[in-house]
């Protein structure tokens, strides 16, 4: 069973930048994604990557995260600048088993089935 482990989180003011971690415990996935959730709210697809060449993220992160793969430490990072108090939320990284690209589907909790603890991102203001 394949294992995540998020890491990077922590408190920042506004307009500042984190880069959270995700730690495979196998090199052969191919579908990964980032979420996000506040309390009382669904989990919110942030941004995803496939070993097929292919990457997005969401439109309200667009110009200021990005999704990458350290393949020499085979983990999964989500470089976050010009943070807002908005972004404040619990950050989770997942993957599925079945191998293949994400797809058009990237960005949907539905895709996977694999998730990490998540890490805490706090902005303040």
């Known amino acids: 069973q394949v294992q995540l482990v998020e890491s990077g989180g922590g408190s920042v003011r506004a307009g500042g930048s984190l880069r959270l971690s995700c730690a495979a415990s196998v090199v052969s996935i191919s579908c990964m994604g980032w979420f996000r959730q506040t309390p009382g709210k669904w989990r919110e697809g942030v941004a995803w990557w496939d070993s097929y060449g292919n990457s997005d993220v969401a439109d309200s992160v667009k110009g200021r995260f990005a999704i990458s793969r350290d393949t020499a430490t085979n983990t999964f990072d989500l470089q976050m600048n010009n943070l807002e108090p908005d972004d404040t939320a619990t950050y989770y990284c997942?993957?599925?088993?079945?191998?293949?690209?994400?797809?058009?589907?990237?960005?949907?909790?539905?895709?996977?089935?694999?998730w990490g603890q998540g890490t805490q991102v706090t902005v303040y203001s």
């Open positions: 997942a993957t599925r088993p079945l191998f293949g690209p994400c797809g058009d589907s990237g960005l949907s909790e539905s895709t996977y089935g694999i």
